[in-house]
């Protein structure tokens, strides 16, 4: 079984930032392409951000408009740990963040696309 944990979600301040990590075990984490989304209450889940798996000879990262130049992801494939560094929070970005995996090739953006899923860590931006 593939299991996701993160952590790192909190309350902060509008400008502030935030780690968030994800821990995966239970399968081979270097070959899984992985993906932050977040969910606000009453709206749909949305892409955040993607890293490819090791099927590449460098990886590939994408990024929602909405974060891009603040938002940062990366893996750790020796500690088999997702993060997500965010910065320069705004109120907007309040919502559940989810680590998932995805078997796909690539970086999916879509959460269709992705194959397990973490049981997501808050995160709370004021204003």
């Known amino acids: 079984q593939v299991q996701l944990v993160e952590s790192g979600g909190g309350l902060v301040q509008a400008g502030g930032s935030l780690r968030l990590a994800c821990v995966v075990s239970g399968r081979p984490f270097s070959s899984f392409a992985m993906g932050w989304f977040r969910q606000a209450p009453g709206k749909e889940r949305e892409f955040v951000a993607a890293?490819?798996?090791?099927?590449?000879?460098?990886?590939?990262?994408d990024y929602a408009d909405s974060v891009k130049g603040r938002f940062t992801i990366s893996r750790d494939n020796t500690r088999n740990t997702l993060y997500l560094q965010m910065n320069s929070l705004k109120p907007e970005d309040t919502a559940k963040y989810y680590c998932?995996?995805?078997?796909?090739?690539?970086?999916?953006?879509?959460?269709?696309?992705?194959?397990?899923w973490g049981q997501g860590t808050q995160v709370t931006v004021s204003s």
């Open positions: 890293i490819s798996g090791s099927s590449y000879s460098r990886y590939y990262m």
């Open positions: 998932a995996a995805s078997t796909r090739l690539g970086v999916p953006t879509s959460p269709g696309l992705y194959n397990y």
